[in-house]
């Protein structure tokens, strides 16, 4: 099957970003020696356990409830905070025949951003963890936006576009928003596509409200959808989407 859209949005957490590397032993390790107090290390990787049992997966817990990481792992040390942030960067990767997508894509002229369930950033957007990941890897030169329940970020510009905030992908609103957002530039919900992981999340709000959907399953299979095509690799990506003229 082939699609013909104008417009495709990436999930973030278990999609383009890859979080396999991170191990919290890693993580809380380097971060509380260089704070010089290797005898929390134990304690703190424990309390990360307890939050990735309650909100299901790393990704998820990264995305939406960063905050509980800052205040029940890290105790609101500022910090703490900040070496956090440096470090995860390190051990944060992308999925696998990401960039061979992102290349096709923009040969073919379709928009590309990535659609995130970020509810909270301590730096204003465009600084936030997402943004800084695409320019740590390059990829910020194939995404156009990321648009989050914080707002929505132009990553050329930094401009911020706030009507986003608020609205979340669990509840489906940040899809009315983007639709409402995509029809004032000419791009309907029939020529657009939305990539993710979580039916939920990703894929069933999107295709309720008109939009093409392909659930991608490299890092986990959530189960059933509504997508219209269900891929294992990005490298499938260069088959089966093509500019709608």
Not at 33 to 47: Q, V, Y
Not at 114 to 127: A, C, F, I, Q, W
Not at 156 to 165: C, H, P
Not at 176 to 191: C, M, Q, S, Y
Request: net charge neutral.
């Amino acid at each position: 099957m082939v699609l013909e859209v104008k417009w495709c949005g990436f999930d973030y957490g278990e999609c383009i970003m890859n979080a396999d590397d991170v191990r919290n032993a890693i993580l809380y390790g380097d971060i509380y020696k260089a704070l010089g107090k290797p005898e929390l290390i134990s304690e703190k990787i424990g309390r990360h356990r307890v939050l990735k049992e309650k909100y299901g997966s790393y990704p998820i817990l990264q995305e939406g409830h960063r905050d509980d990481i800052y205040s029940f792992v890290l105790g609101k040390d500022k910090t703490a905070i900040e070496l956090l942030r440096l470090e995860e960067q390190e051990l944060l990767d992308t999925a696998d025949d990401l960039e061979e997508a992102l290349v096709h894509l923009k040969r073919e002229g379709i928009e590309t951003a990535v659609v995130t369930e970020m509810k909270y950033s301590r730096n204003p957007l465009g600084d936030d963890r997402i943004s800084r990941f695409l320019k740590k890897r390059n990829l910020d030169k194939y995404f156009k936006d990321v648009i989050t329940p914080v707002g929505k970020v132009t990553l050329e510009t930094n401009s911020v576009d706030g009507r986003y905030e608020g609205a979340t992908k669990a509840q489906g609103t940040i899809y009315d928003v983007l639709a409402k957002d995509l029809r004032e530039r000419g791009i309907g919900t029939h020529e657009a596509v939305m990539v993710g992981d979580r039916p939920g999340m990703d894929i069933n709000p999107a295709h309720k409200r008109g939009f093409k959907t392909i659930q991608y399953t490299g890092f986990t299979n959530h189960g059933l959808s509504k997508a219209d095509i269900v891929i294992s690799s990005f490298g499938e990506l260069t088959t089966i989407l093509r500019k709608k003229n």
